[in-house]
C-alpha cells in the first residue's frame, strides 16, 4: 500500500523515477543502489507488479516491507516478524525466505486474499504455525523462486482479528493501490459511528507498525552484501 511505501521512500531518502513505464523511487542504502516500488493489494496485484519490476529490473534481493496481521499467541501489535517460511493459503504452495545479516528469519506467514476472522479458521491456522497474515508475500515469494532471486519479508503486527477492531466494511474502504477511499470511509462511518474509534486506532497502529517495517527492512538493505555495479 501507499502508506506502506512511504516510509521506505522517506528512509532510503529515495527520488522519484521511471523505468520502462513503472513508476519506482531509487535510492541507496549503506551504497547499495534500492529501488522501491508499489506492488497493490492482494496477491494478484502483487504478482503481477513483481513479474513487471523484475523484467526490466537486474536485482540481488527482494525485500517485503509493510504490515500483517498477528494470529499467533504471544504475537502483539507492533511485533516485527520476519518469516521463515511463507505459505500461500488459496494455492497452498510454500516458500523459504532468504537469510538477512542481523535480521534472523522465525515462524510462518501466510498468505490469503480475504479477511479472515473467523475464530475456527484462525484457531487452524495457529495451530498449523502461523503466526501472521498478509496479502501479498507468497505471491512475491512464488515469482522470485521461479526467476531464482532471493527474496525476504519484514512485515511488521498492525492488528489482531482478536482485538475486534476488524470487520468487513473496512476492507470495503481501501482502493486497489490500498489508499482509503474517502467517500467509503465517510458513508462507513455515517453508518457506524460506534465504530470510529476503532478506525482510528487501526490507523495510527498501522502507520507505525510500517513505519518499523521501513526501518527493518532498510537496515536489511544496507546489509546486503554489494554485487557490483549495474545491480539494484
Do not use: Q
Amino acid at each position: 500500500m501507499r502508506s506502506e511505501l512511504r516510509p521506505v521512500v522517506r528512509a532510503l531518502s529515495a527520488r522519484p523515477a521511471v523505468v520502462a513505464g513503472i513508476d519506482v523511487y531509487r535510492g541507496e542504502a549503506a551504497g547499495k543502489r534500492v529501488v522501491a516500488a508499489l506492488i497493490g493489494v492482494g496477491p494478484a496485484a502483487a504478482r503481477r507488479s513483481t513479474e513487471r519490476l523484475l523484467e526490466v529490473l537486474s536485482v540481488t534481493h527482494v525485500l517485503v516491507s509493510g504490515i500483517c496481521g498477528g494470529i499467533g499467541p504471544g504475537v502483539a501489535v507492533g511485533d516485527t516478524v520476519v518469516p521463515e517460511s511463507v505459505v500461500d493459503l488459496v494455492g497452498g504452495r510454500s516458500f523459504r525466505s532468504s537469510p538477512c545479516i542481523g535480521a534472523p528469519a522465525a515462524g510462518t506467514l501466510a498468505t490469503v486474499d480475504e479477511l479472515i476472522l473467523d475464530v475456527d479458521r484462525l484457531a487452524g491456522l495457529v495451530e498449523r504455525g502461523i503466526i501472521a497474515l498478509d496479502m501479498e508475500t507468497a505471491a512475491v515469494a512464488e515469482v522470485c523462486e521461479a526467476k531464482a532471486v532471493a527474496w525476504s519479508a519484514f512485515r511488521v503486527v498492525s492488528d489482531r482479528p482478536h482485538d475486534g477492531l476488524l470487520d468487513e466494511g473496512v476492507m470495503s474502504m481501501l482502493r486497489a493501490d490500498g489508499s482509503t477511499d474517502p467517500w467509503a470511509a465517510l458513508r462507513y462511518a455515517v453508518a457506524h459511528p460506534a465504530r470510529v474509534p476503532a478506525l482510528v486506532r487501526l490507523g495510527r497502529d498501522a502507520s507505525s507498525a510500517a513505519a518499523l517495517a521501513a526501518r527493518a527492512t532498510v537496515r536489511a538493505a544496507s546489509d546486503l552484501p554489494n554485487e557490483g555495479p549495474g545491480r539494484n
